[in-house]
Every structure is written in C-alpha cells, then in structure tokens.
C-alpha cells in the first residue's frame, strides 16, 4: 500500500500553488506602537492590493537563489524524512529552471515528493494557470477581518474565501502591509481536501520586503492523515538576487503575484531576518523593513 507518497505528495503540491497557513492568533490590546497609515474600507484595501501586486509582478525580469526542501513523515505505513538544496532560476514571464545540487534521505519522498513538486511548479508557470489562482475579486471573496500594528509596521488582516471549486485556492487570512499593500502572511488551508488521506492540513507562508519586492521568506506546513500519521514540510528561502525591469526600477510599488510558484529571490535572508512573534506568548507579528 502507497499510501504515503500518494496523500503526502498531493498535499506538497499545493504548497507551490498556493501561499497558505494557520489560524490567526490575534494581538494583545495595548501592544501597538504604530497607527495605521489610514483607514480603508475592505474595497479600498483589495482594490490597491491587486493593483500593486500587478504593478510588481510586470516589473520583475529575473531571478535566481536557492530552496531548501525539508520533509518529515511519521506514521503508517513507515517514518521518512528527506531534504533537497535546489538552485532556481526564473525568467519572466514564464520561465523557470531548476538545478538540483544535493538530495538526501527517503529516495521514495525525493523522487515522488520533491521532484514531482518541481516538475508541477514548471507545468503551472503559464499564464492561463497564474489567472486560475491569483488572488483577486476573480477568484476571492474578501472580508475585512481586522488591523494589527507592530513596531515596524500596520497590517491590514483579511479572511479569503474562494469563489470556485479548485483545490489550488485557499481559504483563511492575509496579512497585507499598510503601506505597499503585498502580502505578508498567509494562514490558512486548502479549498479542498488534497486527497481522501489527508485528514487535515495547515500552512504559514512568509514574505520579507528587500527593496521594492516582497518575497517568499519562508513556508512551513502540516498534514496529518487518516492512519494517525503525520507530516511536516519546510521550504527556506535564500541566497536572493533579482533583476529589475529597468523602466519600473523606480516604481514604488513593484512585487510579484502572491502565488508560490511565482518566486522572487534577492540577497541572503541571514542579513535581512524576518520573525513571527505570536500575541498570546508575549509576542506580536513583525518584519524588520530594509
């Protein structure tokens, strides 16, 4: 019985075409420093985040960095683990090539996760594909579910649902930055259950700003099945750099779409840390802006 590379790879795979989390934990009262730039309606917020993401996605020309893929299994039939470095190179508007410079561990989680992950990424890069998840009125319904202000910054937090029945949406809440307008976070889930064997699943995806992107950061995501198992993905991003369309290099609102698959890696993420400090455990969510 396949029962682990079947459940686990068909949650893996909506990882690179979703950005996604886990419930929203929401800050003390009394612990913000800084008020938000201004107070918009829920259309405002949408309208200018689509807008924007628009404006960055059109502005990016290249990009290349690295990927460490890092999986856990436990539970029937058998424990796993496996970790792959990958080089990426990306060239809009739909290209991208991958070079695999080392893979270690559960040879049946590297070739049946991991390498199928890649190859879904390529098959997904197009843009009839792009149009089918981007986040927008399209394909999202957007609630104004709040506002959270940090030392470093304001959000504005809205719940999503999606509008169609694709197992590549997602349903929960983003963090979208007050004064670009990009996502931050996201916590949520799939539309759809990825597979009969999964029980449930939950995934964090991060981005950092450098310079005038935002870009994936960092995704952890949990998945546990119906047989008591349980699995754990990471994917850290580093080792950044990114070309610029000349002509857009100044625009102050440059960022690509919020979709996984669509990545964007500049500089290395160890000089330009970005942590999720939880309310609730004397914390509250911050970026350190460049």
């Known amino acids: 019985m396949r029962i682990l590379p079947q459940s686990v790879t ?3 795979l909506i ?18 420093t800084v008020e938000l730039l201004a107070v918009l309606t829920e259309e405002e917020v949408v309208d200018r985040m689509v807008a924007r993401n628009l404006e960055r996605a059109k502005s990016l020309e290249t990009f290349q960095g690295t990927r460490v893929y890092r999986l856990e299994y436990h539970g029937f039939p058998g424990s796993g683990s496996a970790e792959m470095v990958v080089d990426v190179k990306y060239q809009s508007p739909s290209t991208v090539e991958f070079n695999i410079r080392s ?11 991991f390498k199928k992950l890649l190859q879904t990424e390529k098959e997904e890069l197009t843009p009839k ?15 104004l ?9 304001s959000f504005y937090i809205l719940s999503v649902e999606p509008r169609t029945k694709n197992k590549l949406l997602y349903r929960g809440r983003i963090w979208v930055d007050a004064e670009d ?3 931050v976070r996201i916590e949520a889930g799939p539309a759809e259950n990825p597979s009969f064997w999964i029980k449930g699943t939950q995934i964090e995806q991060i981005y950092l700003r450098v310079a005038d992107f935002w870009l994936p950061a960092s995704n952890r995501s949990t998945s546990n ?26 625009s102050t609102g440059t960022d690509v779409p919020t979709k996984i ?19 609730g455990h004397d914390q509250s969510l911050a970026w350190r802006r460049s």
């Open 103 to 113: 893979a270690t561990g559960s040879k049946l989680l590297i070739e049946k996760v």
């Open 10 to 12: 068909s949650t893996l």
């Open 15 to 32: 990882l690179l075409c979703i950005s996604t989390g886990r419930p929203l934990l929401a800050q003390k009262p009394g612990t913000s």
């Open 145 to 153: 579910a709040g506002q959270e202000n940090t030392p470093s910054g």
């Open 225 to 250: 099945t119906r047989l008591g198992g349980n699995a754990l993905l990471t994917i850290e991003y580093k080792d950044y750099r990114v070309t610029a369309i000349p002509t857009l290099s100044n």
């Open 129 to 143: 594909n792009q149009r089918r998840v981007a986040l927008n009125n399209e394909n999202y319904s957007f609630t």
């Open 181 to 183: 307008f990009a996502v």
């Open 261 to 279: 698959f669509v990545l964007t890696e500049l500089v290395d993420l160890d000089s330009r840390r970005c942590s999720s400090q939880r309310p």
